[in-house]
């Protein structure tokens, strides 16, 4: 199923507020730390490239190429013709998915399966000199406590974890790792369950990376810079 997730950035809904203030973030941190100096850009998990775009427009990066693993690409591919999408799954480790100037992965790995795979794909598109720009959604302490309560009790979602109601929300207001309950799964319909403290561990074990890392609303960033 095709989503404009453009959508989630230009319509008057509450429910979009923190999504519109994350884009101002992140077009603020690259503006700052990788604008001069980028001339390949790839961002993964892009769908249809509304957030891509936004961003090459930005630094004005001349090849820019887009990853999903929906038919979103396809979908991108008629709105973005200045983007080279790929279908890509990030679950399994691809050998020759090129070097770019830039590279990014927005509010994606909260929904992929085995993360260090998809950590792994995404750092190692980084070229010597380049910088990645990570991020993902908080959903752990009472950020993720608050979440919970309205996506669960006022929107209705389902909570797809191998928990109750009751071991979920205890287990938040505790601060205990909440990824535990999600079973093995290759993605996620809901943030239910993402813990980025997983992404900590996972970064801080990778010996070529040095990362920055810092709380932006309700979302974690991630930079890595050039070596």
């Known amino acids: 199923m095709l989503t404009d997730h453009s959508k989630t950035y230009r319509l008057n809904d509450v429910r979009n507020i923190a999504?519109?203030?994350?884009?101002?973030?992140?077009?603020r941190t690259l503006g700052a730390r990788a604008r001069g100096k980028v001339t390949t850009y790839a961002d993964y998990g892009c769908s249809n490239g509304f957030i891509t775009s936004q961003v090459a427009q930005r630094l004005g990066i001349p090849k820019v190429s887009g990853f999903?693993?929906?038919?979103?690409?396809?979908?991108?591919?008629?709105?973005?013709?200045?983007?080279?999408?790929?279908?890509?799954?990030?679950?399994?480790?691809?050998?020759?998915?090129?070097?770019?100037d830039l590279v990014t992965c927005f509010e994606t790995l909260e929904h992929v399966g085995n993360i260090e795979s998809a950590i792994e794909n995404v750092c190692r598109s980084r070229s010597p000199e380049g910088c990645v720009l990570i991020t993902v959604p908080i959903e752990i302490g009472w950020i993720g406590f608050v979440k919970y309560v309205v996506k669960?009790?006022?929107?209705?979602?389902?909570?797809?974890?191998?928990?109750?109601?009751?071991q979920y929300a205890a287990a938040l207001l505790k601060g205990e790792r909440i990824?535990?309950?999600?079973?093995?799964?290759?993605?996620?319909?809901?943030?239910?369950?993402?813990?980025?403290?997983?992404?900590?561990?996972?970064?801080?074990?990778?010996?070529?990376?040095?990362?920055?890392?810092?709380?932006?609303?309700?979302?974690?960033?991630?930079?890595?810079?050039?070596?």
């Open 152 to 166: 669960r009790f006022l929107f209705r979602y389902d909570l797809p974890l191998q928990c109750t109601d009751r």
């Open 179 to 227: 990824s535990r309950f999600r079973p093995p799964a290759p993605g996620y319909g809901t943030h239910f369950g993402f813990d980025y403290r997983d992404v900590d561990e996972i970064l801080a074990r990778k010996a070529n990376v040095r990362f920055e890392s810092w709380n932006t609303g309700t979302s974690r960033f991630y930079f890595i810079g050039g070596a």
């Open 68 to 100: 999903d693993h929906s038919d979103n690409v396809v979908f991108g591919a008629h709105l973005h013709p200045e983007i080279s999408f790929q279908r890509l799954d990030l679950n399994v480790v691809h050998a020759d998915l090129g070097e770019y």
């Open 19 to 27: 999504h519109i203030m994350r884009l101002k973030s992140i077009l």
